[in-house]
């Protein structure tokens, strides 16, 4: 048994490789044991392709497309995957607007509209349709180190998504909270009691990106001191 897990940002507005591009958007890879589902896809498909290809990924090998939102920086580069792989299981908030269900429908063979928590496959987990200024769906990686959190934009609320996993899993910590936390209109103030927040929560490291806000990610770098982890395109970490 190899008990491959694995996530990999393949599309960010940074990048932590030169030869990767860069631009306004999210997309990142998971890989359990040698399933592979991507999610979002960032706010262009020809970026995406080429920073996937780059990092050794092709779409045939996915087997699931997870979409947190509509947002065109999550779900810009989903028709060139689509059309790069038909295949894949699409799970998309069910709250989504009916014209982009049948849009994405009239490419995907499957597409399963998420409203509850729920068990994408083994190990992997959405926290289903939270309620935000836009519905959005995060997941959660469970490893023998905890949980992982992974956001696309967190328009639900960073706090609430963790609130979330927590009833979900609530003996398990949350080893790593990782993706955009959305705090770029927030106070110094709210962001530091934000982090006190998410610490008595038992967040223990953090990995905010995209729209984060460069103010706020340095707070976060600060005050996780020793628990931050720099992302950006071409981050790779492997879980037990
Ligand atoms: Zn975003
Ligand atoms: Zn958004």
Same mark, same amino acid.
């Given at each position: 048994m190899t008990n491959t897990k694995k996530i990999s940002i /393949?599309? *960010?507005?940074?990048? !932590? *490789? &030169?030869?990767l591009k860069t631009e306004w958007g999210f997309a990142c890879v998971i890989e359990l044991d040698n399933e592979k589902s991507l999610f979002d896809t960032g706010n262009d498909g020809k970026i995406l392709l080429s920073n996937m290809a780059r990092l050794g990924? %092709?779409?045939? *090998?996915?087997s699931r497309l997870i979409i947190s939102h509509m947002h065109w920086d999550h779900v810009g580069g989903v028709i060139d995957f689509l059309h790069h792989n038909s295949d894949v299981i699409v799970y998309m &908030? %069910? #709250? #989504?607007l009916t014209d982009d269900i049948n849009m994405i429908k009239s490419i995907s063979k499957s597409v399963v509209l998420v409203s509850e928590p729920v068990e994408?496959? *083994? =190990?992997l987990f959405s926290l289903g349709d939270l309620p935000g200024y836009l519905n959005e769906q995060s997941v959660v990686l469970k490893t023998d180190e905890g949980l992982v959190v992974l956001t696309g934009? %967190? $328009?639900?609320?960073v706090l609430n998504i963790v609130k979330r996993a927590r009833v979900s899993? &609530? @003996? /398990?910590? /949350?080893k790593l909270l990782i993706g =955009?936390? $959305? !705090? !770029? $209109? @927030? #106070?110094t103030e709210s962001v530091i009691e934000l982090i006190e927040k998410l610490k008595r929560l038992n967040v223990q490291q953090v990995a905010p990106t995209h729209c984060t806000g460069e103010k706020q990610m340095e707070l976060c770098r600060q005050l996780y001191a020793g628990h931050y982890i720099k992302a950006g395109a071409g981050l790779k970490l492997q879980f037990k």
């Open positions: /393949v599309f *960010d507005n940074t990048t !932590l *490789d &030169p030869g990924y %092709a779409p045939k *090998d996915f &908030p %069910a #709250s #989504s994408i496959t *083994d =190990g934009c %967190a $328009h639900p609320g899993f &609530p @003996d /398990v910590p /949350v =955009g936390f $959305h !705090l !770029l $209109h @927030d #106070s």
